[in-house]
């Protein structure tokens, strides 16, 4: 994080990353972008603005609606010294390429005995809240958390948006990453204002596997990521009239996954709320709760909440959406919860 | 054709008509992405031309000039899209999702993700020995998904009821057919399955409804699938808001909307009179209007029954 | 269970599931079976055997290799009110045809509102233990239990194989039915005595969804399913002898999930050692951890203890692959170091 | 082919050697699934003598042909299959997971899944301007499978310097061809993606060549990917230890074996002599059983190294 002398601006999340992606592919011969409608269109969600006219059409690769065709074809490229940054559109569409993402992506380098490397971003839409429904509105951050092999990073703002793709294409390992829709500052989506925000011109790099205190507090930790985090922050604030000081942790990556920072922030407030827009069982929010389970679980002296869905698809319209999302009320709910 | 049309164009201005003062796609009564058919009604018309009940259909993103011509009803429809509890889905299927089950009718978001179940719904039919067959419909952009690829082959071996329509509007989102297909004619790569292909031009809904009528035969006789690729066009944006500025075709669009042009042969050869056009015209409106009506009467769901409905 | 008077006699697991096919494809015409070699052949692991000489090419149909293909069929057919039972051969295949799992298998019923059903089993084989190495040899079942809108069960003895393969056909929804090769009772693998048990010939059901005390005990509750079940039963034998008393629960059911059973266990003993041989991280012993931190941490006396693939891609040599699989010898150290 | 015959026939007997007396896949020296490619040397052969170093190979399951031809290291390769320190992987990949960077080889046990990875070597070699090409082999079976038919699109529509090799040994585990595939060749398939397809039957090495040195060429001067089906013999089990029951042509194997019947074809035209043929094969057996002494010399993996390379 050299950069905060440098001169800053305020940018959306979208051209963060857009941003990031150009001066890797400046400073680097090798790195490229391959996916559906991220050339002259500049991608669905904007991830690639801008990228097709700098560039040119042999360096920003419109694709075939063909996932595991040209995910494959990034791992190859990747295997022979590319740094490929590849779009899967939506990640509710990681089905049709999760062979090539589990099985080969994120293994091949553990089968060679460390001899092959792949180093390749996989970047996808995440998020619901605009009735998109069951097939365009999922996280799924947790499904490919609980596979061996890949980083998985998932930015909140702007700042880390940028600094998380620079390290993201500069790190030798395959990276998933995993960017909210709602969070991306779109002019044609509902936004949070923290979606734009201060970002430095030039070239920097934040650190994957590093969690973030995105706010201080002593009563109740909320341990959480992506858009929640935006919305936990707007909750910390209003409930600071109230007399209760919220900690918000951003976890940032998921994979690594900064433990310490979790532990030490529950060990100084002792109550946890859990916030993940992902689905609740079997993913990151049991996960969080079975990190202090098996340290420590008299750190606790309230039981864990976790806000999820829970565990149904996301339905269309919009007061079934809103009824299974984790919105600012539910989590300032969850957080009296805790205090009560 | 009109029917269809006077339905998405009134879905369009329904669904722009409250999204404003800031553009907003998850705003307003319909909201959500919005991906329209206009202009591709020949190819809905002329396939559905020759379904009954008991039919199937699978359609993909793009559904309403299907569901429309088989037969889907419009208020249920309309209703869903305005994510209303008498919609089709109660609410919780959307645009994208449309199923009616006595219709035997259903979409997905997912590209090419309809031919498997296509084959299966087939499979079934053919199990039972019924002559009902079931349709696949995909862009020519999802003709280059693996899915397409194993439906075909299973369809082929197994000789399964399945009429595969690929819709071939020259785009996929942004990125044009020649910039995603490696070949000019989807109805060559039926050859690969052994199985007859062939290409429809001109959008030309006459064409389009006696291939449709030789693939029907075929496959209610037990003669197997076939493949069907018809050269359409998107009349309008891949979804509702996009702007379209990677579109090179735009000033050649209007003059190819096939409603204008196929009345106006109707009307040459004597088959209707303008008037008779009007009425048609007029007959749609009313009935989108009370579809419209019933959907914005009708009550939303509670922000608990997102619970139901996950296990039967 | 109402089959506990009929005669019994002794079968593998692999026995049991394809006789549970065989009774209910007498009972109900609608039910048939697909997959790749599971016809002539009769299973890659037996989970289809003889059924094709009773049934034929019509009823138990082999397929190509076309995962997305005959899966998307059997969802269709499933639409249309028939019962298909289709294999995907191993587990680790998943990833080429998830889409058709998890956003139409699992979702349908639920876009639908209900208004459609699909009542299908999706049978795989997972586990490893024989050196298949890191794309054979996968469990996988913490992530089909994240993702909502099918029902998971894992077997792991004969006489649950039969009952739950029996209920998962005559349930409604779709249901995905994952098996060990080590427990199938194989002639060409390694084998515990477990995998060949006493099963009633008749038809019966086991609920799904009711986890089984496979053994009581007072000192530590072990929390697991499949193989490791055969494995913590074996441990708990041989520490009865060092005097401590070591309960197992076998989950059988992942979705749905029986939290009762779980937390009774742990209330009485304690102490919770979760084995399981899926990954660690973001899985089933972060969700069996987490159920006990969300409802009352003071019920733990120690931390709780998590024995699984330490998120690793699974080995080829024997050395290495049991050096992260969760092993007698690795249960047995993890129970005393609860009771240190 | 003799080297990797006697290879695989001494691997054959290795691999069996110590399963019993209870026959278990687990047990032995060398553990798990193994899928021997006696029979379809004429494939890996005719095509690996138009390949030089900085070509790539991705190979399927039954990789040890090809893994010779191209010149992996026999006694890495062995030592890999045993599960050494010193093998290709140390240990962590097997038989079926075999890296060999130098000489740009891979192979993988998911089905066809290989082929898109060889067409991201072969967008890398043509972005750099290289003149080399990655070849990407898969079974009959395997043509079924989605990837394939995404990747050969991708190829085509690239223009990429790939050759895709479909070895046809009729068989899919126990599922014959016609049981697998609605088309006679997968050549018609090629047709498809505008690619030049071409079948060699009868396992025919010399045709083989022929066929390979064409594509190979093409792929080298930019012309873009080329499609080989070679219809091959799977001499034994699908994996050691498969009874075959299901196997109807087995009487016809023993004749069909192409290294006799080559090798009676260069005796007659002089090409070669009994007593020459007999001195490669002594050649190969001395470097096959050094192989085998390396990898059972070479050390075990300590339990813990497990741990390592899960990232760079
Ligand atoms: C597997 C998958 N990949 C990508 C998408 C995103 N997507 C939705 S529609 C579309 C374009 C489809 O083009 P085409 O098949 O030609 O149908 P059209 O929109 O032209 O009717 C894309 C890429 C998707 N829904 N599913
Ligand atoms: C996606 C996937 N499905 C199924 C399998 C299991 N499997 C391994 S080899 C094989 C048969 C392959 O047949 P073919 O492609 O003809 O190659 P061959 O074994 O004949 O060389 C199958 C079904 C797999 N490895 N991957
Ligand atoms: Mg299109
Ligand atoms: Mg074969």
Not at chain 1, 64 to 76: C, K, M, R, V
């Amino acid at each position: 994080m050299t950069a905060t002398a440098a001169p800053t601006r305020r940018i959306t999340t979208a051209k963060a990353m857009a941003e990031a992606i150009a001066l890797e592919m400046r400073a680097d011969p090798d790195v490229f972008v391959m996916g559906e409608d991220v050339g002259a269109y500049g991608g669905i969600f904007g991830s690639t603005t801008d990228l097709f006219a700098e560039f040119g059409a042999d360096r920003v690769m419109d694709t075939p609606i063909s996932e595991t065709g040209f995910i494959g074809a990034g791992i190859g490229a990747a295997v022979e010294g590319m740094r490929p940054v590849v779009e899967l559109m939506f990640v509710d569409f990681y089905g049709v390429c999760m062979d090539q993402i589990s099985n080969h992506m994120a293994k091949i380098h553990y089968e060679s005995g460390g001899g092959v490397k792949v180093p390749m971003v996989l970047m996808s839409a995440t998020g619901a809240g605009y009735s998109d429904a069951a097939q365009h509105s999922q996280c799924l951050w947790g499904t490919f958390a609980h596979l061996p092999g890949m980083k998985v990073v998932v930015p909140s703002n702007p700042y880390d948006a940028k600094g998380l793709m620079a390290s993201a294409i500069q790190d030798d390992n395959p990276v998933i990453y995993l960017f909210h829709k709602g969070g991306q500052g779109l002019v044609w989506m509902e936004k949070n204002p923290r979606s734009i925000a201060e970002v430095p011109e030039d070239r920097y790099t934040v650190p994957i596997g590093e969690a973030a205190v995105a706010r201080e507090g002593s009563d109740v930790s909320i341990v959480t990521l992506s858009l929640s985090v935006q919305h936990s922050l707007d909750v910390a604030e209003e409930l600071e009239g109230e007399g209760i000081s919220v900690e918000v942790v951003d976890l940032r990556s998921l994979v690594p996954l900064d433990r310490q920072t979790v532990l030490d922030s529950v060990a100084k407030t002792g109550r946890l709320l859990v916030v993940d827009e992902d689905y609740r069982s079997f993913g990151l929010s049991g996960e969080i709760a079975a990190i202090v389970a098996e340290t420590d679980p008299t750190m606790l002296s309230k039981p864990v909440s976790r806000l999820a869905v829970p565990d149904v698809p996301i339905p269309y319209a919009r007061t079934l959406e809103y009824g299974i999302l984790p919105t600012r009320e539910k989590i300032a709910a969850a957080v009296k919860g805790l205090m009560a | 054709m009109v029917r269809i049309r006077q339905y998405e164009s009134r879905i369009l201005q329904e669904y722009h008509a409250d999204k404003s003062p800031a553009w907003d796609i998850g705003a307003g009564l319909i909201p959500g992405e919005m991906h329209l058919s206009a202009g591709q009604e020949p190819a809905a018309v002329g396939v559905c031309a020759h379904l009954g009940l008991g039919d199937a259909i699978t359609a993909p993103h793009r559904p309403h000039h299907f569901a429309l011509a088989h037969g889907v009803d419009m208020n249920a429809m309309t209703a869903e899209i305005y994510g209303r509890t008498t919609g089709l889905c109660k609410g919780k299927g959307g645009h994208m999702h449309l199923f009616d089950p006595e219709h035997h009718f259903s979409c997905s978001g997912i590209i090419a993700q309809g031919y498997p179940v296509a084959c299966g719904q087939a499979l079934a039919m053919k199990k039972r020995g019924t002559d009902r067959v079931a349709v696949a419909v995909a862009g020519e952009g999802a003709a280059n998904q693996g899915a397409f690829h194993e439906a075909l082959n299973l369809a082929a071996l197994w000789e399964l009821p399945v009429i595969f329509i690929i819709e071939d509007n020259d785009w996929a989102i942004s990125v044009p057919r020649a910039d995603s297909t490696a070949n000019t004619s989807n109805a060559d790569r039926a050859a690969g399955y052994g199985m007859p292909g062939v290409r429809v031009e001109d959008n030309d809904v006459e064409a389009v409804f006696e291939a449709a009528g030789a693939a029907v035969d075929r496959a209610r006789a037990g003669e197997g699938p076939s493949l069907i690729e018809i050269h359409t066009l998107r009349l309008w944006g891949h979804f509702e808001g996009d702007a379209q500025a990677y579109r090179t075709d735009l000033d050649t669009v209007d003059e190819r909307d096939p409603i204008p042009r196929y009345a106006a042969v109707l009307v040459e050869n004597g088959d209707l009179t303008e008037a008779q056009i009007d009425d048609i015209r007029a007959t749609a409106d009313a009935e989108v209007d009370a579809a419209i009506q019933h959907a914005i009467a009708s009550p939303t769901p509670e922000p608990d029954d997102a619970l139901d409905h996950v296990f039967a």
